[in-house]
């Protein structure tokens, strides 16, 4: 079973602050999903990432997709409280499985 | 269409009843995931339909959970009989053919065993 790691678990920062969570596996991924939770809500996709090395942005989100695909990473730029949530990877395949999640806190 | 929907939002019942949640997939999906959410152990993928078929099982903690899929528009997960260690967020989600195509969430059954 691949194992999905991520880093950190719980992160406070001040708005406007960047930052950088990651998710590591124990083997290659397929592709790999990020998702964001909100508090009594079901997750939502950001993006997909398949290609080694590929980078993707949305607005002020960044998401690298390591060389090996054994990684990824998110960074957020200038974040804001409406940036609050628990942020989560996925190896997808036929099935999805997840990481344990960032929970990220901006405070204004 | 009105996305996954899942009954009830919430519920409560007694160390030892049947619980039985419910699930409507997006018209046409073709994937159909059941997870379960806890502090502890994050969102556990529980089983998955491909079809109506359920293809792993391998998450489903053990012979007090079972799940069908009777048609493409309805799922159930049922646990029977159920206990405190139970309690936790249980949420289904549908997914189209395709192995990059974007999981959509239900809102979630919040289930409190007492």
């Known amino acids: 079973t691949q194992l999905l790691e991520q880093s950190p678990q719980f992160l406070s920062i001040q708005e406007g602050e960047n930052l950088t969570v990651y998710c590591n596996s124990s083997?290659?991924?397929?592709?790999l999903q990020w998702y964001r939770q909100e508090p009594g809500e079901g997750p939502v996709l950001l993006v997909t990432?398949?290609?080694?090395?590929e980078v993707k942005k949305l607005k002020r989100l960044t998401f690298q997709f390591g060389d090996a695909r054994k990684d990824s990473s998110l960074h957020i730029t200038a974040a804001q409280p409406g940036d609050t949530g628990l942020y989560l990877c996925?190896?997808?395949?036929?099935?999805?499985?997840f990481g344990a999640g960032t929970r990220l806190t901006v405070k204004p | 269409d009105a996305g996954v929907i899942q009954s009830p939002r919430h519920e409560v019942t007694e160390m030892g009843q049947e619980v039985t949640l419910r699930c409507k997939p997006i018209?046409?999906?073709?994937?159909l995931f059941w997870y379960r959410q806890t502090m502890m152990r994050g969102l556990e993928l529980l089983i998955y339909?491909?079809?109506?078929?359920?293809?792993?099982d391998s998450g489903m903690p053990e012979d007090r959970f079972s799940a069908k899929m009777p048609n493409a528009s309805f799922s159930t997960l049922k646990i029977q009989p159920s206990e405190p260690r139970d309690s936790a967020v249980y949420f289904c989600?549908?997914?189209?053919?395709?192995?990059?195509?974007?999981?959509?969430f239900g809102q979630g059954t919040r289930l409190t065993v007492v």
């Open positions: 989600a549908s997914r189209d053919r395709g192995l990059n195509t974007e999981a959509f």
């Open positions: 083997s290659v991924f397929s592709s």
């Open positions: 990432v398949v290609t080694g090395g």
């Open positions: 996925a190896q997808v395949d036929n099935d999805m499985r």
């Open positions: 018209s046409g999906h073709d994937y």
């Open positions: 339909f491909n079809n109506n078929v359920p293809i792993d």
